[in-house]
Structure formats: C-alpha cells, structure tokens
C-alpha cells in the first residue's frame, strides 16, 4: 500500500524592498483537510510571532508522530492510555554545517489505569519510537523521555 502527501503553499508580496521588509507569512493546505496553516519564518529571521514557523512544525509532526505510534502499540499490546501529553523541544543550531534543528527531545506523560505497570508502558514508547514514521526519516536525533502515570 502506497501513502502519497502533497501540500499546497501560497505566498503573496513582494520583494521590491529586499529581504529586511518582504513578507515572511504564506498559507499552506493538503488535501483533503480544508484548513489553512498561517505560516511564517520564526520571528527571529523576522517572521510574525503569531503565525507557525516550519521549525516548530518539524517538532510537532515528531510528537504527533509518537504519540500516534505510542497508542497504536498500546493498543495492540491491549494497554489502555487515559491521557497522553508531550512537552517537545527543539533547537536551531546555526553552527553547525549546514544550520540545522538540533536533537529533537520528547517528553510525553502517559496516563494508565493502576492495573498497568510503568515498566511496559516504557517499552511500548521505545517500540512506538522505532516505528514512528517522521523519527525514522529525520537526520537529527529524536530522543523520548517517557513519564508514566497511574490513575
């Protein structure tokens, strides 16, 4: 089976002033969500703070990615999550060859019942991370620190 992606970007302005005052904010949409993602440059390469950057956008896509990973192995493993949160964080490393993210930190919290041990959960995290997608394809370490809590 075959899983195909495409997005559609949008950006309209003008460079007439040169790179200090041309817009940094476009639109981007995917078939078939109807929504629209504001974007923009990270505010300090002088993008609107109030609009997503593809940075954070590379940090998302890899902590919806485990999370998505983690419930299906959950799943499968016949574990029942009540809750999952993730703090990610990233990092632009502009002194590296070339300027890239730095490693990419994971730090979901999974809520189970009090019949679940800690120890499993942490397995099925390691298990989701090997067979999260957008981990797999990025060149920058994705490193998970798992939390487990028992309701």
Known sequence: MSHRYATSLHWTGSTAGGIRSYSRDHVATTEP?????????????RGS???LNPEQLVVMAASSC???????VAARAGVEVLAYDDEATSHLDLGAQPSRLGEVR??????TGPDVAPDQVRRLAEQAHRE?????????PVVVETTVVTS
Do not use: I, K, N
């Open 33 to 45: 969500s109807t929504a629209e993602v504001a974007l923009s440059a990270d505010p300090g390469f």
């Open 49 to 51: 703070p109030d609009r």
């Open 66 to 72: 485990q999370m998505l990973s983690f419930l299906a």
């Open 106 to 111: 994971l730090r979901p919290t999974v809520t």
């Open 132 to 140: 999260c997608y957008v981990a797999s394809s990025l060149s920058v």
